[in-house]
């Protein structure tokens, strides 16, 4: 059972380097975020600087408050999700000795493998320290969000998360929001 403070090591080892058909059907509508090492270990692959590989190859994701990249999806009528840069539809996934963290834990055919996005989302998604962060995570739970043991919200917690003034003491989230103040 996989819980918020599993480490790496063991989420590996519930993985494997899997090109079957259920686990590649996720490239076709979207692709894992990279941490670490992985844009390093990426242009290394693709003989590119790491600046040619956002140009060319990453987008911006934000989950949670926070910010990462990921391989940028080739999308269809406007529509928000898409196929993975680095699918083809006869080769699969042409950087897979290399791809992103969340795309090598990413198990569609086993049934855990839920949880291991799950994991993933809240190691490295998730800011503990950001009230913006923790605010949006419970939205997520209570629009029904999966979580896993060791990453429930205390009532504490959530008193302040619910107190907008409460947030505005900790830093101007005004300006995060992109609320402008009216300066008459």
Not at 31 to 57: C, H, N, P, R, W
Not at 77 to 85: A, L, N, R, S, W
Not at 131 to 139: A, F, G, H, I, V
Request: charged share 35%; with cysteine; aromatic share 10%.
């Amino acid at each position: 059972m996989l819980t918020i403070n599993t480490n790496m090591e063991k989420v590996l080892l519930l993985t494997h380097p899997c090109r079957c058909p259920k686990c590649e059907n996720s490239c076709k509508y979207g692709s894992g975020a990279l941490v670490g090492e992985d844009m390093k270990k990426l242009a290394e692959f693709l003989q590119i600087t790491e600046e040619e590989l956002k140009e060319k190859y990453l987008e911006k994701i934000t989950k949670f408050n926070t910010t990462l990249f990921r391989p940028r999806l080739i999308r269809k009528d406007d529509k928000p999700y898409g196929k993975c840069v680095f699918y083809d539809e006869v080769k699969g996934c042409t950087v897979h000795e290399v791809k992103p963290t969340e795309c090598k834990i990413s198990m569609g055919c086993k049934d855990y493998g839920p949880e291991l996005i799950t994991w993933f989302s809240l190691n490295y998604f998730l800011n503990k320290e950001d009230p913006e962060s923790l605010r949006q995570y419970k939205l997520y739970l209570e629009s029904g969000g999966k979580t896993l043991p060791g990453a429930e919200l205390d009532a504490e917690t959530i008193k302040k998360l619910d107190s907008y003034e409460d947030l505005k003491k900790e830093k101007d989230w005004d300006s995060v929001l992109g609320i402008k103040e009216d300066k008459k």
